[in-house]
């Protein structure tokens, strides 16, 4: 693993994006793989290490999370912004197609992106999102990111993190740790604190004001993506439901499924079951 950053600009100016990459530096063969809402690209370690003989994986942290830069205009936070950075992204890679894995969040910008005339995406996979996502959803997330505690220990901060995240299923405890750690840091009076900016609540907030607290609905860039493109759904996913799961198989891409049992949102892609089926898409 190697670590990287690189410079994006937003209209206040430049802001760092940190991410990591595995595999051989100049094999032209790129999967971007990239996380949820308040994660970190370090989620991907085991994917990218069981795709790292096929690929060179660049796993960036989005803006204003994990190692990467805050803005400091908050309601920057957002998909055009997101977008912009990944374009900055691909193009220091110096590759014309890259491969897409995007769980939530990062689903919706590998969406947004491949849409797009003339997308750099050449497959797609989007993990537990799609172009509906819940209110309800949107509801449960939106209590816990607002305020994000501190904690006195890593143990503490991990306890947390399986109650918040209780819907990525039964994990082990390794699993557990390395998912707390990536996303944790600890300042200088010795307490743990979340590794992402507080200030993405405003934007997410924003978003959630505008549908008026109903779903929100994205078709129009979805039924824009003409790449091959896999969909994973938990099974007891509340974000993408099986009803949108189904449009998505007969309109745009006419994407491929996958339900994976025993998760709600979103399957994290730590075991070989859930690697397999996203490894096989993307070597077809």
């Known amino acids: 693993m190697r670590e990287g950053r690189v410079n994006c600009l937003s209209n206040e100016g430049f802001h760092r994006m940190a991410y990591v990459e595995w595999g051989v530096a100049d094999n032209p063969r790129v999967l971007v ?6 994660r970190c690209g370090r989620d991907f370690d085991f994917l990218a290490q069981a795709l790292e003989n096929e690929y060179r994986v660049v796993c960036p942290d989005v803006v204003g999370r994990g190692l990467s830069g ?37 689903g919706l910008i590998g969406m947004a992106l491949a ?42 901060a991990e306890r947390y993190i399986r109650t918040v995240s209780a819907s990525f299923g039964r994990l082990t405890d390794a699993q557990w740790r390395h998912l707390t750690v990536h996303v944790v840091r600890q300042d200088a009076d010795g307490q743990y604190a979340f590794r992402y900016d507080p200030g993405i609540t405003e934007s997410y907030r924003a978003a959630q004001l505008a549908s008026g607290d109903k779903d929100i609905e994205l078709w129009p860039l979805y ?16 974000l993408l439901t099986p009803a949108a799961l189904l449009a998505m198989q007969s309109r745009g891409p006419r994407a491929q499924a996958i339900e994976i049992p025993d998760v709600g949102h979103a399957p994290m892609l730590l075991d070989g079951t859930q690697v397999t089926p996203v490894r096989d898409f993307l070597l077809q």
């Not at 995406?121 to 501190?150: C, E, F, K, M």
């Not at 039924?223 to 509340?238: E, H, K, Y």
Request: glycine letters at 8%; proline letters at 7%.
């Open 115 to 156: 849409a797009q005339p003339d997308s750099p995406i050449r497959r797609l996979v989007l993990n537990d999102v799609g172009p509906v996502i819940t209110a309800a959803s949107l509801q449960r997330i939106g209590d816990y990111l607002g305020n994000p505690p501190r904690f006195a220990t890593l143990d503490e």
């Open 70 to 106: 805050w803005l400091k205009t908050k309601a920057l936070y957002g998909l055009p912004q997101y977008c912009a950075d990944m374009a900055v992204l691909i193009a220091r890679l110096g590759v014309e197609s890259v491969d897409w894995v995007g769980t939530s969040m990062g």
């Open 223 to 238: 039924d824009a993506i003409t790449c091959p493109t896999l969909v994973l759904r938990g099974a007891q996913s509340d």
């Open 33 to 38: 793989c990239v996380h949820g809402l308040t």
